[in-house]
Each structure stands twice: as C-alpha cells, then as structure tokens.
C-alpha cells in the first residue's frame, strides 16, 4: 500500500469536543437537524450543509454545497480549526467499555484504489456517491476519512506504540461515551519508517466509508480531466483515510426486521424448519447469537434460537450469515426478494437501543438477531472480488468526523507545465 503524511486542518484542543460531530451517513434529517441546533457551529454543519435550510430545501442543490464551502472558512478564521504546518501521520484511538482500537490517519493513493491494492466489498449508490463527489468539489477539501483494514504487522504495532507514549494532542469522552484520544507523528525518520513499512503491505480493505473513497476517487479524475496541464503528484491524487489493523476492529450484528410477513407464529416456525433450521423454544429475552449459523427468531412477542444445519458453500459470499438468512427465509419464507428496494425491511445494528427491533417488527411481523459478520469474511469476500449483501456489516465505535480536515487546495498547487 502506498500511504503518505497530510497536509491537515485539525479542531483547537478548547473546542474539540463541541465541534466533532457524528459521522455524516448514520443520521437522519431530524436527527442531524436536533443535533446541528444543540451543538453551535457544529462540523455536522459543514458535512450536511442543508441543516442551515429550511425544511423541505433540496439538500443536492449548488447553493446548499456553496455554503459547506462558506462554513468550512469560517471555522478557519474563527481559529476553531487549526493547519499544522507540515504533513504529519496522526494515530486515532477509540476506547469504548475496554475495547480500544487504534489508526493511522494518513491519505491512502488513488491508485492502489484503481488497481485493486485498496478492496471494496461493497457497491456504491449514485445519489449518495454524487453528494460526497459535490461536496469535495465545493469544499475542495476531504471532510470524512474511510476506515480501512490492513492485515497485522509487528513493525507498524511498534512504531504505534512508541509515539503513543507522548502526550496526546486531544483526550476527551463524547456524548456516546466513547473516550478519543489523538497523536501527531511530526518525525521525519517516523514518516519514513511508517511510509515504509505500509509499502510491504499488500493490500488494504475499506470496511466503512465505500462513498467518500468512490467521490474522492472520481474527483481526482474529473480534476485531471479539467487540468491537463499539471504534472507530478497532485493532493487529489490521494484520499484521507484511518487504517486499523484488522485484529482491533469490532463488528456488530446488523439486525433485520420484516414488517407484515403474512404467516401465523405456527404457519412460519414450520417454514423456517422446512428451510433447514432448527428451532429452540420460546423465550423471553432476545436470543442472542454467540457463533457463527445461529440466529435469534422474534415473531409473536417471542424470541427463538436457530441454527442453520446444513453443509456450508466454498463460496465467500454465499457461506455468510446474511446470505444464508436472505437465501432461506427473508426471500422464500418473508417475500423480501430485493432487501436493497422492499419498504417493509428495516435494518438494525445492535447498538440500537433494546426493543427497537420488536418495534419495527411490529406484531405481525418477524425479526432477526444475526452473529456479526467478521473483519476476516470481509477480506475474503473482497479478495475473491465479490460484494457482500446490504447491510453485512455494521462497525463500532464510529470514527468522528472533524477531526481531520484535508483541504486540497492549502499549500499544495499543481504546476503548470513549462512550455
């Protein structure tokens, strides 16, 4: 992988945990509306720019974008953001109830994503890929890192942990409860020993983010395009990212609820036993999986194990947990044949708060409790070059968004060729 130190826009540490705002994609319009009106001058604003609208504005239109742009500078003179004055690698570290994870900020190449160095293992939606893609181009900067995966390596453990003995540049506890605490790596022997230890890696994985690195991705093409004068590297030649080894990362389960599928409790614990299930007995409490081909079952005010018996495919894609559900009971037994396009499934994490998915069952429908897709059956899935289902995985803790800001146009101008 080809990595390098950015250029970055980082919150004063007085104001760092009033402007961090939740990541862009896991709010709704209420919800980023409450938010942006509870916190001031929030980076919420400039991520969503339609919040300073009124209701009912159309939150694709030029204007809402321009004023991303308007709000990102207004943080810079109001010295809420700050500009280091070299490119440097920062670590990010989320600890949430002892669970603590810990990245490497830097800008990952637009190459190795073109080439396949950099997987996806999911497709991209065009209205959203087109938002981000305005967003950066109105901004001229890279608002929101993608998360991505790499394999263990001692070498990077070790450089990690010797600049985590100095003191952090933030430590604060958000709203959610989760502590973050950030590093600035300054040292040019650190850049080069990292740089170098990075280009052994093979590949890299995005786990969360597919959007920001397709957007970023498709700028730098457009610019070039628009730019055919420069030469030598260009900043939208790379894309902002936090790169977690993969050992650290923690997968949720991404629940699923059916509203209305048409059967009696009876009628659909014989289905599900039909499709191959074994069905426990009833119980109260939710029945949460602790391994993989087990699932909790609610229908009828009930929670029911299942395990799923038979003999799994050689297929990455096919021997997931989600797929065995979609292929057995969500398409044949539920009538969901499209999950991306049915109005009556709804998708859950586990972090949701107890009883959301009895809710959205409601009580004629059914609800499943699924084991967490794993960070090793991603890779794999990416490696073979194949996509998962919608909604496989659900990754916690959430990185926060402003925390790093990397305009594309500070310090960094393309040169023009010399006739």
Known sequence: MNIQPLLCLRPHPDKVAQFVAPPYDTVDDDEARAFVSAHPNNFMQIDLPQTSFPRGQDPYAPEVYAHAHELLLDRQRDFTLLRDEKPCYYLYELTDHGHVQTGLVAVCAVKDYLDGTIRRHEKTRVQKEQDRLNHIAATRAQTSPALIAYPDNYAVDVIVGAAKAAEPLYDFTFEDGIRHRVWRIAREAAHEALTATFATIPAGYIADGHHRAAAAVRYCREWHQEHPEAEGPQPCDSFLAVLFPESQLRTLAYNRAVREVGLDVRQLLDRVRQAGFEVGPAQDEPYVPQERSTFGMYAGGSWYPLAWKAQGSDDPVERLDVSVLQAQVLGPVCGIEDPRTDPRISFWPASAPEGTLEQAAGDGGVAFWLYP??????????????????????????????LFVRRLDLGEPHKARKD
């Open 373 to 402: 897709t794993s960070v090793r059956e991603l890779m794999a899935v990416a490696d073979a070059g194949e996509l998962m289902p919608p909604k496989s995985t659900w990754f916690w803790p959430k990185l926060l968004s402003g």
